[in-house]
């Protein structure tokens, strides 16, 4: 069983978990629901020991400083909501290094087979991850955590922009790891995945709200079981002669299927596969940021929120772009509709004269973030120019998704200034550097050139929900034309004795080139037939 008791986590003045508790067990699948920004995320992070102010334990083993790495090396795998990789190894590196850190032989054949298990047998072992569809990278990180022999996988988000079919691939994998008694554990906000979770736990008023099994999914299997007693009764009732005349024409029927279609597949599959290749890694990218963990010292590199993200330095930088494949490294702001440090967490679009009203806690908000001229983002077969909204906000403004060039009105708030200071001194007497963005509200009126899905274009922004893209170079105009305005209000500026200064950005998305590797690549396979 695990279990997590007295779970205390607060950034800054928001708590997000006031003695919370927590207890699951192997051979089920645990799902953790809630509204957005209510700290899914956070928890998942509380079962790989980021927060000491708990107690984790594991069939009654009690997680602490000492046995922390061989924990984490040994018994978990943990799954980000972006699928993230590691962008410079190889697909077969990946299972290599895994190996290697348990100090263990390289087993090629159990990499094999678990690439079967999961459907991706076929792929090429030298391409990068980065190759591969959003689908197959999601079963291609459960493969790895098959391979880890790890007893617990926790995984943030797994159908997250996935369409039906890969939806029931995922799935399937998890009803694989629950009949192998591994412990799994998951956020979700996908109906299909909620319908089919054995233990919920729901996030209210910073607690675990548990919910028993689900008796609705049970009551689905005996509908299910009664059909098919129905379809094996009207069989039985058949002769010998008719049974044989059925097998007959299904085979000659599926060997005529099974011809033609190969025929087909393989002279289309020739041409496109190159080209299907080269459009995913045009739509590929990375976002980074200098994260700066307050709680524990240690700085990663991933996108976060600007209170506790660092500056990354003019070496840092060059070192990224030094990277192979790197062919350039962009600043990446967005502008938000609500401001939680304020209070602010209700917005309004205005579209055709009609308001429409969103509550971020109850369903989310809409976000303004750039895109850029790299990404090769199409629409119709055209390369989008102009703004765009995502099709889910299209949705709940109640546009056509085939119209153009209509208006909103949507008010943001607009980076202006920032202050940085020192945080609360942590466990280990350490003092990290936070920062405070200081914004100013400003009333946008854009035109809306395209309405787009996720199959269009994929970041974690879009498929988060409600989101504007803008050019690049119009989102930076306005946000250069409003920088070191007056803000709305200096928050707790004055209290912390910071300096005021202009405010720039602090995290970045990557350009990153694999179209000559996917080449090569096609290259080296048609020499090998």
Same mark, same amino acid.
């Given at each position: ?17 006031? &003695? ?20 899914? $995320? ?6 790989? #020991? ?13 997680? %602490? ?22 962008? &410079? ?15 263990? &032989? ?14 991706? =047998? ?11 569809? /959003? ?47 591994? #412990?799994?554990?998951?956020?979700? *906000? =996908?109906? +299909?995945? /909620? ?18 099994? /689900? ?10 079981? %009664? ?74 590199? +991933? ?13 840092? @930088? ?18 938000? %509709? ?63 998704? =085939? ?26 007497? @350490? ?18 050139? *395209?309405?787009?899905?996720? =199959? ?5 922004? @879009?498929?988060?929900?409600? $989101? ?7 989102? #930076? ?21 910071? $300096?005021? $200064?202009? #405010? ?26």
């Amino acid at each position: 069983m695990i279990e997590i008791k007295h779970l205390d986590i607060q950034f800054k003045q928001q708590v997000i978990f006031k &003695n919370a508790n927590f207890k699951t067990c192997p051979g089920k699948i645990t799902g953790i629901i809630g509204k957005s920004g209510c700290g899914k $995320t956070t928890f998942l992070k509380a079962l790989i #020991y980021q927060y000491k102010n708990q107690i984790l334990s594991i069939d009654k083993h009690v997680i %602490t400083e000492k046995n922390k790495e061989d924990y984490l090396l040994h018994c978990v795998s943990y799954i980000d909501q972006f699928g993230t990789f590691f962008e &410079n190894m190889k697909i077969i590196e990946h299972f290599e290094f895994i190996s290697q850190l348990k100090k263990q &032989n390289f087993n090629q054949n159990k990499m094999l087979e678990t690439l079967y298990l999961v459907g991706l =047998d076929a792929i090429d072992l030298k391409n990068y991850p980065s190759s591969l569809s /959003i689908g197959q990278r999601k079963r291609f990180l459960i493969a790895l955590a098959m391979f880890k022999d790890a007893s617990i996988i926790i995984i943030d988000e797994p159908t997250a922009s996935l369409d039906q079919e890969n939806k029931e691939i995922i799935l399937n994998l998890l009803q694989k790891l629950k009949k192998d008694n591994k #412990y799994i554990i998951i956020t979700t *906000h =996908d109906d +299909f995945l /909620i319908e089919h979770l054995d233990i919920v736990y729901e996030i209210e008023n910073k607690q675990f709200c548990c919910h028993q099994e /689900i008796k609705e999914v049970q009551q689905v299997l005996k509908i299910e079981k %009664t059909k098919h007693q129905r379809i094996k009764k009207y069989f039985f009732y058949k002769n010998q002669r008719q049974w044989f005349q059925f097998l007959l024409v299904m085979l000659l029927g599926f060997i005529m299927t099974v011809s033609i279609s190969i025929n087909i597949s393989d002279s289309i599959l020739q041409e496109n596969q190159l080209a299907d290749g080269i459009e995913r890694a045009n739509k590929a990218e990375v976002y980074t940021g200098k994260m700066n963990d307050a709680f524990f010292g240690n700085d990663g590199y +991933f996108i976060g929120d600007q209170i506790n993200n660092l500056d990354i330095s003019d070496d840092e @930088l060059a070192q990224m772009k030094a990277i192979k494949h790197v062919k350039g490294v962009y600043p990446f702001d967005v502008f938000d %509709t609500i401001n939680q440090m304020q209070n602010v967490t209700t917005t309004s679009v205005y579209c055709k004269g009609n308001k429409v009203n969103f509550d971020y806690f109850k369903d989310g908000s809409p976000l303004v973030a750039p895109y850029y001229s790299f990404q090769n983002i199409k629409v119709n077969g055209k390369k989008l120019k102009g703004n765009a909204i995502s099709q889910s906000l299209a949705n709940k403004l109640g546009i056509d998704k =085939d119209e153009k060039n209509f208006k909103i009105s949507v008010e943001v708030y607009i980076p202006v200034q920032q202050y940085s200071y020192q945080g609360e001194m942590n466990e280990s007497g @350490l003092k990290a550097e936070m920062s405070q963005v200081l914004t100013k509200k400003v009333k946008l009126d854009l035109e809306v050139d *395209h309405i787009i899905s996720v =199959d269009d274009y994929y970041n974690e922004f @879009l498929s988060a929900g409600y $989101t504007i893209l803008m050019p690049e170079k119009s989102f #930076y105009s306005l946000l250069n034309q409003y920088n070191n305005q007056t803000p709305d209000s200096l928050l707790d500026a004055k209290e912390l004795n910071a $300096t005021i $200064t202009p #405010y720039h950005s602090k995290n970045y998305v990557i350009e990153v080139d694999r179209i000559n590797n996917l080449k090569n690549s096609r290259e080296r396979n048609n020499k090998d037939f």
